[in-house]
C-alpha cells in the first residue's frame, strides 16, 4: 500500500526544513526526504548552509577572526598576551562541533513536531507522486496532497581547475584543511572567495584571488566597494582583478605536490604556483534525477525551477523554494519562501517581499546591503539622496577600535522613502536588519532620523545616515542633499 502523507518536501536544507516544520506545526501529515550524509555516511539534515557552508565557514571565520585580534589588536587594548599560535585541528574541530549541535537541533525539531524524515533520494512524478529511494535501497512510491521541492545547491565546476583530492577543492574542502597552506590560490573574488579567502590568510597563507571580472563586487555599492577593495588588500588579501583562469596542472609528488594555475590578464598569459586552491565561483541549482518526464515542473533557461511569485511551479500542487528557484542563494531567502509555501497551502496569505532580501558578506569588516544600490538607481533614471557617515565618527565604533567601515542610506529625492541601505563595518550583519525592517513599513529617512537610538551604539551610524540623507547630522560637518539621477 503506498504511504501517503499531505505535504512531502524534498531537501533538508534551510528552505526545506522550514517548510518542513510549518507544515507540520499547521496540522499536516508531513515527511521530508533527504539524500545528505556526513562525514561518516550518516543522514545529516540541515544542508550545505548548516553542514558545509553558512555555519562551519562563520565558525572559522570568527575563529581566525579572534586569532589576528590576540596577535594584532589586544596590544593596542592594554592586554599582553605573549605569542600566539594558531591549533587548526582544534579550529576544525570545533567547527564540527558546532554544526553537529545545530544539525542535532534540526533533527530533534523534526520529531518534536512530528515530521518524518526520510534519508535517501526523492523524484517527482506525475499527480505528486513521490519516488523515494532508502540509501541503498530500492525506491518505493508514496503520494501527497502537495510536494515542496528543495534541493538547494552545489558549487559550480569549471573545466580549466578540476578537483583534486586535497589539492583543489571547492567551498566544502576549503573547510577541512588541517594545516595552513603556505601559498593559498582562490578563483573567484565573491562573497564565498572573499571569506575563504579571509579565513586562511588571517592564520597566515600568503593569499591570492584571481577575478575574472575586472570590477570588484559588483553586486555591492560602488562606494563600499572601492573601500573594501582597499581594506582587504591592506589586509593581505592580493586581489588580481580581470584574471581568467584558462588551466591548472599538478606538479611534483606526494607530500610535495603543488598546483600551477594558468590565467589570462591584460597583461597576456600569466602562471602561479600555489600548495592549495580553492574554486569558489559561485553555485547552480542541484536538481539532478529530481523530476520524472511526467513531472510536469519546467526550468528556465538558466536552469533553475521555474516558478510565480508564490513559489508555485507549473504543475498542480508542487512548489519550489530556496536556491534551486530565481532570487538570491541566500538561507534566508529560502527559509521565508518553504514558510510562505507551508501557509499558503493551509489557506494563509504570506508573501515574500523580494525587496529587502538582505545580504552579508562576513569578511572583517562585514559588508552587508539591503534594496537599490546608487548604481542601480541611476541606471534607473531615479532621482535620490545619500547619507553617508563613517565609522570613525562613532563613538562605540571608536572604543572598540572598529573604526573602518561607512553606513549609506539612500532615499527616494522626492518622497524621501528609503530605497537601499549599505553598510561595511562591524557587525554590519546585525545593523542592516534595522534598515530591512524599516523598509517593510516603508519608512523614509526622516522616520528613521526621528527615532531614538542608544548611546554609544554602533546603531547610531543608521540613525546618523538617515539623518545625513536630509543634510541634519549632528555629528559630522553636513552639506545640502543635491538630488542624484
Not at 5 to 11: N, S, Y
Not at 13 to 35: D, E, F, S, V, W
Not at 322 to 334: I, S
Request: hydrophobic share 45%.
Amino acid at each position: 500500500m503506498t504511504k501517503s502523507f499531505d505535504v512531502i518536501v524534498i531537501g533538508g536544507g534551510p528552505a526545506g526544513y522550514h517548510a518542513a516544520i510549518r507544515t507540520a506545526q499547521l496540522g499536516m501529515k508531513t515527511a521530508c526526504i533527504n539524500m545528505m550524509l556526513d562525514g561518516d555516511d550518516q543522514p545529516v539534515l540541515g544542508g550545505t548552509c548548516l553542514n558545509w557552508g553558512c555555519i562551519p565557514s562563520k565558525a572559522l571565520l570568527d575563529a581566525s577572526h579572534k586569532f589576528v585580534e590576540a596577535q594584532h589588536d589586544f596590544a593596542d587594548l592594554g592586554i599582553k598576551t605573549g605569542k600566539v599560535e594558531a591549533d587548526v585541528p582544534q579550529m576544525i574541530a570545533r567547527k564540527n562541533g558546532v554544526v553537529g549541535k545545530l544539525t542535532g537541533g534540526v533533527a530533534a525539531l523534526f520529531e518534536g513536531n512530528g515530521v518524518t524524515a526520510l534519508a535517501g533520494k526523492g523524484r517527482l512524478y506525475g499527480g505528486c507522486q513521490v519516488g523515494f529511494t532508502p540509501h541503498g535501497g530500492e525506491e518505493e512510491m508514496l503520494s501527497a496532497q502537495h510536494v515542496i521541492l528543495a534541493p538547494g545547491s552545489v558549487p559550480v565546476d569549471i573545466p580549466p581547475a578540476p578537483l583534486q583530492d586535497d589539492l583543489i577543492v571547492d567551498s566544502t574542502g576549503a573547510l577541512e584543511f588541517t594545516s595552513v597552506p603556505k601559498r593559498l590560490g582562490v578563483i573567484g573574488a565573491g562573497v564565498i572567495g572573499l571569506e575563504l579567502g579571509s579565513v586562511w590568510n588571517r592564520l597566515g597563507s600568503e593569499t591570492i584571488l584571481l577575478e575574472a571580472m575586472d570590477e570588484f563586487l559588483p553586486i555591492a555599492d560602488n562606494r563600499i566597494s572601492r573601500d573594501a577593495l582597499r581594506i582587504f588588500k591592506k589586509q593581505g588579501l592580493d586581489i588580481r582583478l580581470g584574471a581568467r583562469v584558462t588551466a591548472t596542472e599538478i606538479k611534483g609528488r606526494g607530500k610535495q605536490k603543488t598546483v600551477l594555475v594558468t590565467y589570462q590578464d591584460k597583461a597576456g598569459e600569466q602562471t602561479l604556483e600555489f600548495d592549495r586552491l580553492i574554486v569558489a565561483v559561485g553555485r547552480r541549482p542541484y536538481t539532478e534525477g529530481l523530476l520524472a518526464p511526467d513531472a510536469g515542473v519546467n526550468l528556465d533557461e538558466r536552469g533553475f525551477l521555474f516558478v510565480n511569485d508564490l513559489c508555485a511551479t507549473d504543475a498542480p500542487n508542487v512548489y519550489a523554494v530556496g536556491d534551486v528557484v530565481r532570487g538570491p542563494m541566500l538561507a534566508h531567502k529560502g527559509m521565508e519562501e518553504g514558510i510562505m509555501v507551508a501557509e499558503r497551502i493551509a489557506g494563509h496569505k504570506p508573501v515574500v517581499n523580494y525587496e529587502t532580501v538582505p545580504s552579508v558578506i562576513y569578511t572583517h569588516p562585514e559588508i552587508a546591503w539591503v534594496g537599490k544600490t546608487e548604481q542601480q538607481l541611476k541606471m534607473d533614471g531615479e532621482s535620490f539622496n545619500v547619507g553617508s557617515f563613517p565609522y570613525a565618527a562613532n563613538g562605540r565604533a571608536l572604543a572598540a577600535g572598529e573604526n573602518e567601515g561607512m553606513i549609506r542610506v539612500i532615499a527616494d529625492a522626492e518622497t524621501d522613502r528609503i530605497l537601499g541601505v549599505h553598510v561595511m563595518g562591524a557587525q554590519a550583519s546585525e545593523l542592516i536588519a534595522q534598515a530591512v525592517i524599516s523598509m517593510e513599513f516603508s519608512a523614509s529617512a526622516e522616520d528613521l532620523g526621528l527615532i531614538m537610538f542608544a548611546h554609544p551604539t554602533l546603531s547610531e551610524g543608521v540613525h546618523e545616515a538617515a539623518l545625513a540623507a536630509r543634510g541634519h547630522a549632528i555629528h559630522m560637518v553636513n552639506r545640502a542633499p543635491r538630488a542624484k539621477n
